[in-house]
């Protein structure tokens, strides 16, 4: 029942493609319903749960070629579908480059709508200079209580002393 099912889905997805590649999917559906039935008669012959193991994942493995093959086939069609109107791409890929490599307008939290390039330009330039900008603003006593209210582990005066003093052999 599952396997009817299945071939319906199979041939009405081959329905839309070429006549080869439907005749191509028709003869490995065919192929596959004759493994399957083959399968079937030799697990009625041969009872054991070992064979019929084996005879299941030879149809599952089966039924994952047929999809595979279905998946090659719409690629194929896609492809001849695509090859008809080569100008058609080329003239999409190249219009892709050129169309909407500039922005336009933009707007701001501050300034309202910027339409010219170079307020655009200023906005960005200012933006981007306060987030990478390496040199600090805050006061140095706001710096120094930041750092005495961290929870950090303190140093002792020995721990203190040992990194004063020379390297030892199992330090090296």
Not at 92 to 118: A, E, K, P, W, Y
Request: aromatic residues 6%.
């Amino acid at each position: 029942m599952e396997w009817d099912a299945f071939k319906a889905t199979l041939r009405g997805h081959c329905m839309g493609l070429s006549c080869s590649i439907r005749r191509q999917l028709d003869q490995e559906v065919s192929t596959v319903e004759r493994r399957l039935l083959q399968h079937e008669s030799e697990a009625i012959q041969n009872p054991g749960t070992l064979f019929e193991l084996q005879a299941f994942r030879k149809t599952h493995s089966e039924l994952l070629k047929c999809l595979k093959c279905l998946n090659y086939a719409a690629q194929l069609a896609n492809t001849h579908a695509k090859a008809n109107r080569a100008g058609t791409l080329l003239a999409q890929l190249i219009r892709q480059d050129t169309l909407h490599n500039t922005v336009m307008s933009f707007q701001t939290s501050t300034d309202g709508l910027l339409c010219t390039q170079d307020s655009i330009h200023a906005a960005f330039y200012a933006h981007y200079e306060s987030l990478y900008d390496a040199v600090s603003h805050l006061p140095l006593n706001e710096i120094n209580q930041f750092l005495t209210e961290l929870p950090l582990p303190k140093i002792t005066a020995q721990q203190c002393s040992e990194l004063d003093g020379p390297l030892l052999l199992a330090e090296v």
